[in-house]
């Protein structure tokens, strides 16, 4: 359907564009100071004069970051993590959703299962229980601890039982009469269907992996099994003055502790910055077609 461009119409759509473009600047102007902070040097940073462009430009605060060998050990743990962490909690929710997908005639006790995991949503055990179990199944200081204990996320569940009950029924009864059983109905066709689904949930997947901290902190004793996010928040809420241990004069004349804090929340983020584009044209088909329920 096409609209007639009329004043009223023309002025509704261009405050729209106004706006949208504010939201984005706002949302891009911290990472582009970050960045900005990174390449400058630590009094230009200390003296306040970085705003969005670098004073003074320097890459000593990311020769110090990658010369940094907990840094390097958090990050590899972080990508362990990523990898593991997608790789279980993407083939548990493809199981988990095809029966939750089916209705009651086809799988009797579907309802009272679908809102067992609801359950999980609106109440939890609680922190203690939460380590009192990793402990008792021996997942302190392990990777497992930051893989299992969220391995099946049911936001994702629900997400992507609702995209397979919106694929046309009549797929599955032709694969039945050719002899396909539920295994290989769910591999060959729902999964190859289900690729905008799976990819925006695998991007929640990811970014929640990547991001979290809180579980690193809880279930690891050692600050050498930190996730790179649990170091982070180490390193900004305490003042960190390791890079003093260089032995390079010049390098620590251009490093202040605030440009070697923005080099490592940059070199973080900078993953998740690289994947997002990749997968954002399936990102608003999966959440538009996995959020209706009929």
Not at 44 to 60: D, I, N
Not at 84 to 90: C, H, P, R
Not at 141 to 166: C, E, H, K, M, S
Not at 226 to 240: A, G, N, R, S, V
Request: charged letters at 15%.
């Amino acid at each position: 359907m096409r609209y007639k461009m009329t004043f009223s119409r023309g002025m509704f759509l261009s405050a729209n564009v106004l706006f949208l473009v504010a939201i984005s600047l706002a949302c891009l102007m911290p990472i582009i100071h970050i960045l900005a902070l990174s390449f400058s040097t630590g009094t230009a940073a200390s003296a306040g004069k970085v705003t969005l462009w670098p004073v003074e430009f320097t890459t000593a605060a990311y020769n110090n970051v990658f010369g940094k060998p907990e840094y390097l050990r958090a990050f590899g743990v972080s990508f362990e993590r990523l990898i593991l962490g997608t790789a279980i909690s993407m083939f548990l929710t493809i199981l988990t959703a095809y029966p939750l997908s089916k209705d009651e005639r086809q799988f009797r006790l579907r309802t009272f299962y679908a809102w067992v995991f609801v359950f999980t949503i609106l109440f939890s055990g609680g922190i203690i229980p939460w380590y009192l179990t990793a402990k008792s199944l021996g997942l302190i200081d392990t990777i497992w601890a930051l893989v299992l204990p969220g391995a099946l996320q049911v936001f994702n569940v629900i997400l992507l039982l609702n995209f397979y009950r919106n694929l046309p029924k009549e797929l599955e009864e032709s694969a039945r009469i050719d002899g396909a059983g539920h295994f290989a109905i769910l591999w060959k066709i729902y999964v190859p269907l289900a690729l905008p689904a799976l990819a925006t949930t695998g991007l929640f997947t990811m970014v929640w992996h990547w991001n979290s901290w809180f579980d690193g902190m809880i279930l690891m004793n050692h600050p050498d099994k930190y996730p790179l996010q649990t170091f982070l928040q180490t390193i900004i809420i305490k003042l960190d003055f390791r890079f003093l241990q260089t032995q390079d004069a010049e390098l620590i004349s251009k490093l202040s502790d605030r440009t070697s804090k923005a080099a490592q929340i940059f070199v973080a983020a900078f993953p998740i910055l690289i994947v997002y584009p990749f997968l954002q044209r399936f990102f608003i088909k999966g959440i538009v077609m996995g959020s209706v329920k009929e």
